[in-house]
């Protein structure tokens, strides 16, 4: 299992997060050589250059939605109503560049763009989505989820140790908050109980949500409990305690992003 660093860091907006993780992204982003950029990452054999298509194509398809949201609900409706992609295709397909550098500026440039634009607009603004609407706070806590689970593919594809920092807390409360969304997304009866979960943070604070419950309980590691929730850990490969048939139901399929029903990686498949 990658041994986790910690790092003390004060409390930050979910805005102010997203673009503290999306420059350490960039600078690991930076050092990758030719070879590296086209290697394929434990993530469905995605590359260093999948992943950042992929990123470039969510925050193009986010500022839109900020700046345009009926445009985005036009485009949402053609997207839904047109065939689905060819089984496999990798994001390198949906963009027009192969030049690793080029593409990185195009995915910076526009983050940048949308980051300027959540901040210019009230937190509780409704955004659309993929799932349901959102606050603007929580719409950039959305961004920050995907680029912190996306940039672990990086760092599991480097083996390299990677530095976490209190800026994740906006990603564990997305996990606890799409608790009935887990079940509900695979059309399961969600458990009447909401698992009490505590965890200590990068900078070894204590986070808590729910009423304390010694029977239905989530206890451990913040870093690993968001691990478990972006499905780039098996929830097997960490060192959660997990009391209560809700809590073990829940993290056996936990899903905190929105989207299709997605099953977890097996156990071993993406700890070193």
Not at 23 to 36: G, N
Not at 104 to 119: G, I, K
């Amino acid at each position: 299992m990658a041994r986790t660093t910690h790092s003390a860091a004060p409390p930050l907006n979910e805005l102010e997060a997203l673009r503290q993780e999306a420059t350490q992204l960039r600078a690991l982003i930076q050092e990758l050589d030719d070879a590296t950029w086209w290697k394929p990452s434990p993530f469905k054999n995605w590359t260093p250059f999948d992943v950042i298509s992929h990123l470039h194509e969510s925050d193009s398809k986010g500022l839109i939605a900020v700046t345009n949201p009926d445009e985005y609900r036009r485009q949402r409706e053609i997207r839904r109503t047109s065939p689905p992609a060819p089984e496999g295709e990798l994001p390198r397909e949906r963009v027009a560049t192969r030049d690793s550098g080029a593409l990185l500026d195009l995915w910076w440039s526009t983050l940048d763009e949308l980051c300027d634009a959540l901040a210019q607009r009230n937190p509780d603004l409704k955004v659309p989505w993929a799932g349901p609407d959102m606050s603007v706070a929580r719409f950039a806590a959305a961004r920050l989820m995907e680029i912190w689970a996306h940039g672990q593919d990086i760092f599991d594809l480097l083996k390299k140790t990677r530095l976490h920092h209190d800026r994740i807390r906006p990603i564990a409360d997305l996990g606890v908050r799409t608790f009935r969304w887990t079940f509900a997304n695979r059309a399961l009866k969600c458990p009447e109980v909401r698992p009490h979960v505590s965890l200590i943070s990068p900078s070894g604070a204590r986070w808590s949500w729910n009423p304390p419950s010694a029977k239905d309980l989530i206890e451990g590691d913040a870093v690993e409990f968001c691990q478990v929730v972006t499905q780039v850990r098996n929830v097997g490969d960490t060192n959660l305690r997990i009391e209560g048939q809700a809590a073990h139901d829940w993290m056996s399929i936990a899903q905190c992003f929105a989207g299709v029903p997605r099953d977890p990686p097996g156990i071993g498949e993406r700890a070193w």
